[in-house]
């Protein structure tokens, strides 16, 4: 939601919104008097830097992606940028033919990998060619993307049902249009994902892994929409404990 801006910059707005974990991008730079960005080729330095940035706003980084490396060494890259900050899981569209890799190496980091499906015809848009890559590899998870999935035409608490016990984190948007591959974002409840039943399955699925606000619309100007968003999902989830 704050790609637009520097890591340093969209800490500090996520702070503002009372977000405390995070899912970070790759290619942000950092800022902070650093012309780096965060992802896999970061110095010392750069790591320092966004550890002493994590810590001045008391946020943690749960999960990191979108990101599909293609070979072994940069697989490993990633689980290891991953452990060093205590990273749940990595968000992934991975080739099928690294399924078994991805799978073994999670295991070996204790870190868990989260398919993401972009709206079709993108490889993962449907949760049965998700279920088709966790099968048989207990480290491959899902990332739900509520919106893309409206997008495809799907609907979300299906989707949810059908990836019960393996949600792993998810993707919290709101579109204009259902099943429009197009459709353009707009802030959660303005559009036409109903949410409540929405936690009202996760609660009954007993997640707990974190949703992240994934608001693509008013870039240079949603920290007030975003933190309605983080009002309201905090809300309706307070229903269920």
Not at 44 to 61: C, D, G
Not at 119 to 142: E, F, M, Q, T
């Amino acid at each position: 939601s704050f790609r637009m801006f520097t890591m340093e910059e969209g800490l500090r707005k996520a702070d503002s919104a009372g977000v405390r974990v995070i899912e970070a991008i790759p290619g942000q730079k950092i800022g902070g008097g650093l012309t780096e960005s965060f992802g896999l080729t970061m110095s010392p330095e750069a790591k320092a830097k966004v550890k002493e940035l994590l810590q001045k706003y008391n946020i943690q980084i749960r999960a990191f992606g979108v990101i599909s490396p293609t070979t072994r060494e940069d697989w490993q890259k990633v689980f290891a940028l991953a452990k060093e900050f205590n990273m749940s899981y990595v968000t992934s569209e991975p080739r099928k033919s690294l399924w078994g890799m991805i799978d073994s190496l999670a295991g070996e980091n204790k870190i868990k990998v989260a398919i993401h499906e972009h709206a079709r015809p993108n490889l993962y848009w449907h949760p049965d060619s998700v279920l088709a890559a966790v099968k048989n590899h207990p480290n491959i998870g899902c990332c739900a993307d509520l919106g893309h999935w409206a997008r495809s035409g799907l609907d979300p608490v299906d989707c949810l049902k059908k990836l019960e016990g393996h949600v792993l984190g998810g993707h919290l948007k709101d579109i204009k249009v259902f099943n429009d591959t197009r459709a353009g974002d707009t802030p959660v409840t303005k559009g036409v994902i109903s949410y409540p039943p929405i936690f009202e399955e996760l609660a009954r699925q007993k997640f707990s892994g974190m949703l992240s606000i994934e608001q693509e619309s008013n870039w240079y100007n949603s920290l007030p929409d975003i933190t309605n968003t983080v009002r309201y999902s905090k809300g309706e989830m307070a229903k269920y404990r």
